[in-house]
Nanobody
């Protein structure tokens, strides 16, 4: 299974961007999905996650109220809608899969996509 993330780019402070991550094969609905990010010189952090169903969602405190995670199992795709972007949101964003029900830790994820760079200018 390959996870293909897309949608990154250079945007201005306060604007919006939507990231997508599509799984190439497999039973997408059997996996919870997460979005991580890693800024230059910082550790990777879980930004948002969504369960298989998707009855459970997780957001890091830094993005609550600004980011929305969703999924379309028919399209094998998970989305991250990012609004009111700030320069501190600048990072490489990664999607990942987990067989755990409510995966809120990095250790819960076992498949990773390549990153997509989001740069927010002030």
């Amino acid at each position: 299974v390959q996870l293909q993330a897309s949608g990154g780019g250079l945007v201005q402070d306060g604007t919006s961007l939507r990231l997508s991550c599509t799984a190439s094969e497999g039973s997408f609905s059997d996996y919870a999905m997460g979005w991580f990010r890693q800024a230059l010189g910082k550790e990777r952090e879980l930004v948002a996650a969504i369960s298989r169903s998707p009855s459970w969602k997780y957001y890091a405190d830094s993005v609550k109220g600004r980011f929305t995670v969703s999924r379309d199992n028919a399209k094998s795709t998970v989305y991250l809608q990012m609004s009111s972007l700030k320069p501190e949101d600048t990072a490489v964003y990664y999607c990942a899969q987990s067989r755990a029900w409510n995966p809120a830790t990095e250790q819960s994820y076992d498949r990773w996509g390549q990153g997509t760079l989001v740069t927010v200018s002030s």
